[in-house]
């Protein structure tokens, strides 16, 4: 990307995977949550069939050094956000703002 931002994705397990967003400035957190929200409210064709993509998204900022587990635990309840705010409105369609994160050291 032009402004330096690297991105990549891990499987953490199972059905568990890590998009983690890396900028020597600020990322637009607005952008990444609409570009995520189209990925959501997109479908693929497979065998002549459109199928649905879903998945919940635990959309975390970082500032500073932190934790990894931290940052994990955060986005795992930014994660049970996400699935309970589609729970109670299925066509909600936008993702919850992201948790702001200040992490010291330990």
């Given at each position: 990307?032009?402004?330096?931002?690297?991105?990549?994705?891990?499987?953490?397990?199972?059905?568990?995977?890590?998009?983690?967003?890396?900028?020597?400035?600020?990322?637009?957190?607005?952008d990444l949550?609409?570009?995520?929200?189209?990925?959501?409210?997109?479908?693929?064709?497979?065998?002549?069939?459109?199928?649905?993509?879903?998945?919940?998204?635990?959309?975390?900022?970082?500032?500073?050094?932190?934790?990894?587990?931290?940052?994990?635990?955060?986005?795992?309840?930014?994660?049970?956000?996400?699935?309970?705010?589609r729970r109670a409105?299925?066509?909600?369609?936008?993702?919850?703002?992201?948790?702001?994160?200040?992490?010291?050291?330990?």
């Amino acid at each position: 990307s032009a402004d330096g931002a690297s991105s990549f994705v891990v499987r953490l397990g199972g059905d568990e995977f890590l998009l983690s967003v890396h900028s020597p400035s600020p990322i637009d957190a607005d952008d990444l949550r609409r570009r995520l929200d189209h990925l959501r409210n997109a479908s693929i064709e497979h065998d002549g069939e459109s199928l649905g993509l879903g998945f919940s998204v635990g959309l975390v900022e970082v500032s500073g050094k932190g934790d990894l587990g931290d940052v994990l635990q955060n986005a795992d309840l930014a994660v049970y956000d996400d699935k309970a705010a589609r729970r109670a409105s299925p066509r909600t369609p936008t993702l919850p703002p992201p948790l702001d994160v200040q992490h010291s050291s330990r």
